[in-house]
């Protein structure tokens, strides 16, 4: 896990921290050190049990600050931690979040100080995350799946499980999430949600194109713009489709991916998905053309000097063909395209722009974003142009989707 991934991403947040007892408690630690490396301040409160698995030494050491663990604790100068502790955060997240502790919250029971805050807390302003961790039994327990949705139904929100080896040498669902999933699934949740019940199908990446079963033609692109895309629509509130050429790169958290590799296969799968989609991003450095035919076996050589002669076909245009579709002429699919450019950049994307039959059109530089982490990008809508300068990826894909937003929802009105 690359510790500045998130780096300012929580700043000026206030997070409280609950661990209760359970082996997670170990990924507990990393959980808390990047939410430090995110900006954010933490404020860990533990269980007696959780105390059992890690030392408040060790949480005081990765947040910085004291660590509360007894809701008769004389350091407040009310003596009223419970009180204190929850009007401060922004969120109270409980990771690991046990079966009994789940259950405690579930009776709306305040033995402990963890419990009591959640109890305390100001209900519609503080939310409360669960990242649960037990073994899978404990789990599938229908009165742990009583309990949890009780919590749920009573305002807490499920950051989900994961499923694989267990503490216990179990195998199955109940373990609790890696800590930069926690991480990624608590910068969503804080999210504005501008594209909250909105549909996004994106295409992203290079596509490749078979000369023959070990050779093709292919592009520089990585994908992270298209990537980022996917992750900034998810944090937004919509539900994300991400088509992706050959890349390797992590699916975000929340993405429905679907892997493809040649233009004829992204293009199969964009046009299935769109169907019911509000929003098409087409990111993707789609080939323009494939080799006319793909030998069945490598092609040797012969030893007379003599080279293959390559014959192109043209591929569909993907995001063309899209947005002169009945439902984006209609206005119900909104569609974005990319221009990768080597010059001329505004005449070019203008154009393009025109040509591809887009409302949006966001221009780059081709050959000096590909790969990178950073980029500066042109939007271009019948109004004019938009510049976003210089920014990480990361950036640009939140600026891009709260234009998109602010678009879409202008539509609507
Ligand atoms: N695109 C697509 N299908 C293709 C080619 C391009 O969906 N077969 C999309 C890209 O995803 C991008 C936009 O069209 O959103 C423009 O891609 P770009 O490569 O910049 O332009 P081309 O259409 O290939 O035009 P040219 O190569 O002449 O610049």
Not at 285 to 302: L, Y
Not at 325 to 332: I, K, L, T
Request: hydrophobic share 50%; glycine share 8%; aromatic share 4%.
């Amino acid at each position: 896990m690359n510790a500045n991934q998130f780096a300012g991403e929580l700043a000026g947040r206030h997070v409280v921290l609950g661990l209760s007892g359970g082996a997670a408690c170990f990924k507990a630690a990393e959980f808390c050190r990047l939410l430090v490396k995110s900006g954010a301040t933490v404020q860990v409160v533990m269980t007696e049990a959780a105390c059992q698995f890690i030392t408040p030494v060790a949480m005081q050491a990765l947040s910085g600050r004291p660590v509360y663990v007894s809701q008769w604790d004389a350091r407040p100068d009310n003596n009223m931690a419970h009180i204190n502790l929850s009007r401060e955060a922004d969120a109270i997240v409980v990771a690991p979040a046990s079966a009994d502790f789940i259950a405690q919250l579930a009776q709306g029971r305040a033995g402990e100080l963890l419990a009591l805050l959640c109890l305390a807390r100001p209900i519609a302003r503080v939310p409360l995350l669960l990242g649960p961790a037990m073994n899978r039994e404990m789990w599938a327990h229908p009165a742990t799946q009583r309990n949890l949705q009780q919590v749920i139904n009573d305002g807490a929100h499920l950051l989900g499980v994961a499923h694989g080896d267990q503490a216990c040498g179990e195998f199955g669902d109940g373990r609790m999430l890696e800590a930069g999933e926690l991480v990624e699934e608590l910068i969503a949740f804080l999210a504005p949600k501008p594209l909250l019940g909105q549909r996004v199908v994106i295409t992203a990446g290079p596509t490749f194109e078979a000369i023959d079963p070990v050779r093709g033609i292919t592009n520089h692109s990585s994908g992270k713009m298209g990537f980022a895309v996917a992750r900034a629509a998810r944090e937004a509130g919509a539900e994300v489709t991400l088509v992706a050429g050959p890349v390797h790169l992590p699916t975000p958290r929340g993405v429905l991916r679907i892997d493809v590799q040649s233009a004829r296969d992204m293009h199969a799968a964009a046009i299935a998905q769109v169907e019911d989609a509000d929003i098409f991003v087409a990111t993707a450095a789609v080939a323009d053309w494939r080799p006319a035919s793909a030998a069945e076996q490598k092609i040797k050589k012969d030893g007379s000097g003599e080279v293959p002669q390559l014959a192109f076909v043209e591929n569909p245009d993907i995001l063309a063909e899209i947005a002169h579709s009945p439902r984006a002429q209609a206005g119900d699919l909104f569609c974005v395209g990319f221009a990768a450019e080597s010059e001329n950049l505004k005449a070019n994307a203008q154009a393009k722009r025109v040509r591809k039959g887009v409302p949006l059109l966001v221009a780059n530089i081709g050959p000096a974003t590909f790969g990178r982490d950073d980029n500066a990008l042109l939007l271009v809508d019948d109004e004019g142009v938009m510049e976003l300068p210089q920014a990480s990826k990361r950036v640009l894909a939140q600026q891009l989707v709260a234009e998109i937003a602010r678009r879409v929802s202008g539509l609507d009105a």
